[in-house]
């Protein structure tokens, strides 16, 4: 049978491949701009005609119409990064979170996560009958390797993206045909504290970099203090429109990397809809699945690699707590330890990790002499390198715990500089001195 035949066949509405997922199963469903909004819907419809089925996902953008509380009992969520909507899921007891490293994913669901149904959006099949993942690579094609049944939606306004993100039609089982605009992802305009830091961030990177960016308004803002920088490059789980821009100001030109020379690599991207048009049919851009993008020891083969992280607390240790506020699971933990491990192995690497000095309005310190009680660690003190806030640049690597707290306190927002300073000085039993 020829593809398009199979094609045909295949074709169907998503009232009747839902009919393939049955109670008690494990869905794996695709991540960030590319989930399954024409699935959800229809599961969210249907709802009573399922119990205790696991939706297992990453981060979501918009609204999941499976996150609807008239759909707790049929539906379970599982998620290993939470965003603001998954987030109330938990809250409410409806959903469950897993900590794992996010390049880990397509390793368990062979091995861990039981994924008998995958569900993703792809763009319509090539001549070939190839359907490109579009947008979101990740864990795709581990899952729909895995999945006893495969069910894709074909969006035309899914775009055909480079890498290794091919799908054949012969690799799935029911095919939806569908045309909607993907989520979007707006940054907030970044304030007078997000710029200081976004340019003592760029006094860390040099004319060659390659740079990972991590997710929040921070890295963001740091691209827009790169603007006079030459030739830098991408190697990133994820970005949004800010290296779009660098990319087409011709700052982002990838022809120092060391490792895909040329090209900006990534396993996912969030953004507008100008960004989705930008990557579409672009060779300049290639998407691979997380476990090689998010490898420490593939990363490491970037020189002059540097990392851009962000978190919520950070301890006079240097200990880093990036995704949860005390008990409360705030987000994930993704690729940071991973891009930090391999840009601290990379051949002139750095590893930063930026945030605002204070949270909530001003009234909260980041900088904290113990972590919030219950909060995890995600970058232990044996990792971190770079701490950046608007008050400045601390190196913590090789440094002392005395040294840390020191530099850490002189990064510090100036009103809460005296208790940590009071702390300081009964821990280490001397004078705090500027
Ligand atoms: N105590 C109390 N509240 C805090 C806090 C703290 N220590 N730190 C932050 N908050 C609050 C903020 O005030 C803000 O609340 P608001 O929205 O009501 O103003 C909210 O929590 C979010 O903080 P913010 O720093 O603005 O988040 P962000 O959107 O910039 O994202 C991270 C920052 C750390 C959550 C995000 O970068 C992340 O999840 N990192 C971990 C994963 C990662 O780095 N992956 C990298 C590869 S993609």
Request: net charge negative.
């Given at each position: 049978?020829n593809?398009?035949e199979d094609?045909?066949?295949?074709?169907?509405?998503?009232?009747?491949?839902?009919?393939?997922?049955?109670?008690g199963?494990?869905?794996?469903?695709?991540?960030?701009?590319?989930?399954?909004?024409?699935v959800?819907?229809a599961?969210?419809?249907?709802?009573?005609?399922y119990?205790d089925?696991?939706?297992?996902?990453?981060?979501t953008l918009?609204?999941?119409?499976?996150?609807q509380?008239?759909?707790?009992?049929?539906?379970?969520?599982?998620?290993?990064?939470?965003?603001a909507n998954?987030?109330?899921?938990?809250?409410r007891?409806e959903?469950?979170?897993f900590?794992?490293?996010f390049?880990?994913?397509?390793?368990?669901?062979?091995r861990?996560?039981?994924?008998d149904?995958?569900?993703?959006?792809?763009?319509?099949?090539?001549?070939?009958?190839?359907c490109?993942l579009?947008?979101?690579?990740?864990y795709?094609k581990a899952?729909?390797?895995?999945a006893?049944?495969?069910?894709v939606?074909?969006?035309?306004?899914?775009?055909?993206?480079?890498?290794?993100?091919m799908?054949?039609?012969s690799?799935v089982?029911?095919?939806?045909?569908?045309s909607y605009?993907l989520q979007?992802?707006?940054?907030p305009e970044?304030?007078e504290?997000?710029l200081a830091i976004?340019?003592?961030?760029?006094?860390?990177?040099?004319?060659?970099?390659?740079?990972q960016?991590?997710i929040?308004?921070?890295?963001?803002?740091?691209?827009?203090?790169l603007g006079d920088?030459?030739?830098?490059?991408?190697?990133?789980?994820?970005?949004?429109n800010?290296?779009?821009e660098?990319?087409?100001?011709g700052v982002i030109?990838g022809?120092r990397?060391?490792?895909?020379?040329?090209k900006?690599i990534?396993?996912?991207i969030?953004?507008?809809?100008?960004?989705y048009?930008f990557?579409d049919q672009?060779?300049?851009v290639?998407?691979?699945?997380?476990d090689y993008v998010?490898?420490?020891?593939?990363i490491a083969?970037?020189?002059r690699?540097i990392?851009i992280?962000?978190?919520?607390?950070?301890?006079?240790?240097?200990q880093v707590?990036s995704e949860?506020?005390?008990?409360r699971q705030?987000?994930?933990i993704?690729?940071q330890v991973?891009f930090i491990?391999?840009?601290?192995?990379?051949?002139?690497?750095?590893?930063i990790?930026?945030m605002r000095?204070?949270?909530?309005?001003?009234?909260?310190?980041?900088?904290?002499p113990?972590?919030t009680?219950g909060?995890?660690v995600?970058t232990s003190?044996?990792d971190?390198?770079?701490?950046v806030?608007?008050?400045g640049?601390?190196?913590?690597?090789?440094r002392?715990?005395?040294?840390?707290?020191q530099?850490?306190?002189?990064?510090?927002?100036p009103d809460?500089?005296?208790?940590l300073i009071?702390?300081y000085e009964?821990r280490f039993?001397?004078?705090?001195?500027?």
């Amino acid at each position: 049978m020829n593809w398009k035949e199979d094609y045909q066949r295949k074709v169907t509405k998503p009232e009747i491949a839902i009919k393939d997922i049955h109670d008690g199963q494990c869905v794996v469903m695709g991540h960030a701009a590319a989930a399954p909004h024409v699935v959800q819907q229809a599961l969210a419809d249907h709802c009573e005609d399922y119990y205790d089925v696991l939706l297992y996902h990453m981060t979501t953008l918009g609204d999941n119409p499976c996150y609807q509380p008239r759909c707790f009992g049929h539906f379970r969520h599982v998620s290993n990064f939470l965003s603001a909507n998954s987030r109330d899921v938990v809250e409410r007891r409806e959903g469950d979170f897993f900590p794992a490293y996010f390049k880990d994913v397509p390793s368990m669901l062979d091995r861990d996560i039981p994924c008998d149904v995958a569900v993703f959006q792809v763009s319509p099949p090539n001549a070939e009958g190839y359907c490109s993942l579009g947008v979101s690579c990740d864990y795709a094609k581990a899952a729909i390797h895995a999945a006893k049944t495969v069910i894709v939606e074909a969006n035309e306004m899914m775009p055909f993206t480079y890498g290794d993100t091919m799908v054949h039609v012969s690799q799935v089982d029911h095919i939806i045909p569908c045309s909607y605009p993907l989520q979007e992802l707006v940054l907030p305009e970044p304030g007078e504290a997000e710029l200081a830091i976004g340019r003592h961030c760029a006094s860390l990177v040099s004319d060659g970099s390659t740079l990972q960016l991590g997710i929040g308004a921070i890295p963001d803002a740091v691209l827009r203090a790169l603007g006079d920088k030459n030739d830098l490059g991408i190697h990133s789980e994820m970005f949004s429109n800010g290296v779009m821009e660098l990319m087409k100001k011709g700052v982002i030109t990838g022809r120092r990397k060391t490792l895909h020379r040329d090209k900006a690599i990534v396993t996912f991207i969030m953004g507008t809809k100008e960004l989705y048009d930008f990557v579409d049919q672009n060779e300049q851009v290639e998407f691979y699945p997380v476990d090689y993008v998010n490898s420490p020891l593939i990363i490491a083969k970037n020189e002059r690699m540097i990392s851009i992280n962000s978190c919520l607390e950070v301890d006079l240790q240097g200990q880093v707590a990036s995704e949860t506020i005390g008990m409360r699971q705030y987000s994930g933990i993704g690729g940071q330890v991973d891009f930090i491990r391999g840009a601290s192995l990379a051949r002139e690497g750095k590893a930063i990790i930026a945030m605002r000095s204070t949270a909530a309005g001003g009234t909260i310190s980041r900088i904290k002499p113990f972590l919030t009680k219950g909060a995890a660690v995600s970058t232990s003190r044996n990792d971190v390198d770079y701490i950046v806030t608007e008050y400045g640049v601390a190196r913590l690597k090789g440094r002392t715990l005395q040294h840390r707290a020191q530099d850490l306190i002189s990064i510090a927002h100036p009103d809460f500089r005296p208790a940590l300073i009071e702390e300081y000085e009964s821990r280490f039993h001397c004078k705090y001195e500027e």
